[in-house]
């Protein structure tokens, strides 16, 4: 059984985030979402409250916790075989080649890329908050429950 794990701050989850996630659903046996909870980064939404969207928008088909500290310690902890990372753009590419590269250097853990559908290339957590802070409309960039969610938040 392969376990694969997703890591990221997931604040809030997008679209993009939704497309990776379910190709690695089809491609590994079993799949850990995981929420880094860094308080000091100021995050729109809590730890508890983003395992919580991810928990609806995938019900039993994923794993769900939530970590801090090196990535490496808590692949082995969840016993995890490998990461999973989406790559939208050059920029991404360079810097998730360093942070899988590190990680490799560290403990020897793989880091599988899977490269972000062109319709999602644009979306990121910090745009879609930007658009919904302005009033923008959410339509395409986030699933259902993260746009009410956005917008609970932002009333
Ligand atoms: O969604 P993001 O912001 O791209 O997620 C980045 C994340 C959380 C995966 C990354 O910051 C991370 O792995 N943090 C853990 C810290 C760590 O292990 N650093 C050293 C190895 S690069």
Known sequence: MTTALCPGSFDPPTNGHADIIGRAITSFDRVVISVIDNPAKRAMFSATERIEL?????????????F????????????????????RTVDDYQ?????AQMNRHLTGMETYFIPTRPEFAFVSSSLVKEVARLG???????????E????????
């Open 54 to 66: 991810l928990q609806e928008m995938y019900g039993d088909a994923v794993e769900t916790t939530s």
């Open 95 to 99: 810097y998730e080649t360093q942070m």
């Open 68 to 87: 801090s500290g090196l990535l490496v310690d808590h692949v082995r902890d969840v016993g995890a075989d490998v990461v999973v990372k989406g790559l």
């Open 136 to 146: 923008g409309p959410m339509s395409g960039l986030v699933p259902d429950v993260v």
């Open 148 to 155: 009410k969610a956005l917008k609970e938040r932002l009333s």
